[in-house]
C-alpha cells in the first residue's frame, strides 16, 4: 500500500466544461504595489477601476497584438548517477508586443524599474485574472522584473513593435492562490488611462466665468505647418457635468465646481465654464474625469 504524505488530497470529477476557458491577454493592468481590491463586489464594478485610474494606482496597457511565453525552467541538478535535485523554481514570464504611437513608447519606456503588479485581462470574455490569498481580497500579481524594449523599427512582415517583458515573482499566487474576476459589470478591455491635456485660457475672466481650450501635445511630433510646434490635437467631448472641471483657490485649497459648461458651437474644444459666485485669478485645472471611459487631467495654469 502506498502512503500518502499530504492529510487531505482533493480530486476533481466529470467538469461542466471539459476545456480551460481563458483566452490571450489583450490588456494588461498595471497597479502600484498597495492597491487591491477588497472584496469581490468592488472588483466588478466600472467605478473601482476609474477610481483606481484617477488616484494614480491603475494604469492600463491596452491593445496587445501578440503574446509570446518566455517562462524560466526549473533549476535542476542532474547527478552523474542520474538524480535529479531542483534547485530552484521557475518562474512564469511573458513578452507582450503593442504597437504604440512613439509619444506612448516613450511613456511606457519611464515604466521601468517600477514596482509593480498587474492584472491580465483575456479576451476572450474579457476576465480579469489577479491573486487572492485569503479568498476575499483580490490583487494583482506580484513581479519581479518589468522590462521595455527599444522600440523595433517596421519592416513589410512586422509593425514598429514595443516588446514589455515581464517576469512574475513567482509561480504560487497564480498556481496556489489564482482569482478570475467574471461577468464583469462592464468590458475591462475598454479602460484607458489619464491622458495629459494643455490648457489655454481665452480672453480674460469676466465675473463669474472664463473660456479656456483644451488640447493634446504630441512633443515627439512637430508641425511643419506651425513653424516646427508640438503637434497638437483638440480634445473634444469632454462632458458638460459640472464636475469635469474644477477651480482650486491657491491660498487655501478650496475647490470650487463650475454651475454649467458650455461647448462652443463652432470651436468644438473650446468651453465656456460659469461660476455662482465672482472668479478670482485662482489656479485651474481638468480633474480627472469619466465619459466613455476617457481621462483627461492638465498642469495648473493661473488665470488672468
Known amino acids: 500500500m502506498s502512503i500518502v504524505c499530504g492529510t487531505t488530497i482533493d480530486g476533481f470529477g466529470n467538469q461542466c466544461y471539459k476545456e480551460n476557458n481563458i483566452g490571450q491577454t489583450e490588456t494588461l493592468l498595471m497597479t502600484t504595489p498597495d492597491f487591491q481590491f477588497d472584496t469581490a463586489s468592488d472588483a466588478v464594478l466600472e467605478a473601482s477601476y476609474l477610481q483606481g485610474i484617477a488616484d494614480k494606482k491603475v494604469f492600463p496597457i491596452n491593445d496587445i497584438l501578440e503574446v509570446e511565453p518566455t517562462p524560466i525552467e526549473d533549476g535542476v541538478y542532474v547527478s552523474p548517477m542520474g538524480k535529479e535535485n531542483k534547485r530552484f523554481n521557475g518562474r512564469r514570464a511573458n513578452v507582450y508586443r503593442v504597437n504604440y504611437d512613439v509619444g506612448r513608447h516613450k511613456i511606457l519606456k519611464t515604466w521601468e524599474n517600477k514596482s509593480w503588479r498587474f492584472f491580465k485581462v483575456e479576451g476572450l470574455e474579457g476576465k480579469v ?176
Open 129 to 304: 485574472l489577479g491573486t487572492s490569498q485569503d479568498g476575499i481580497v483580490i490583487k494583482g500579481l506580484d513581479i519581479q522584473e518589468f522590462r521595455v524594449s527599444t522600440q523595433k523599427d517596421g519592416t513589410s512582415d512586422t509593425p514598429a513593435w514595443t516588446e514589455i517583458k515581464i517576469i512574475e515573482k513567482n509561480n504560487e499566487q497564480w498556481d496556489k492562490y489564482p482569482c478570475i474576476l467574471d461577468d464583469l459589470q462592464f468590458s475591462a478591455l475598454d479602460l484607458y488611462g489619464v491622458s495629459k491635456v494643455t490648457l489655454t485660457q481665452v480672453g480674460s475672466v469676466a465675473e463669474n466665468a472664463f473660456t479656456v481650450l483644451v488640447t493634446l501635445e504630441d512633443a515627439t511630433r512637430k508641425n511643419g505647418a506651425s513653424s516646427g510646434a508640438d503637434y497638437s490635437f483638440l480634445v473634444e467631448g469632454l462632458t458638460t457635468e459640472t464636475n469635469s472641471f474644477q477651480l482650486v483657490t491657491t491660498a487655501t485649497g478650496a475647490i470650487t465646481n463650475p454651475t454649467t459648461v458650455v461647448v462652443d458651437a463652432v470651436i468644438t474644444n473650446k468651453y465656456v465654464l460659469t461660476f455662482a459666485a465672482a472668479v478670482a485669478t485662482d489656479t485651474f485645472k481638468v480633474i480627472p474625469q469619466g465619459d466613455a471611459l476617457l481621462l483627461h487631467e492638465s498642469a495648473y495654469i493661473t488665470l488672468t
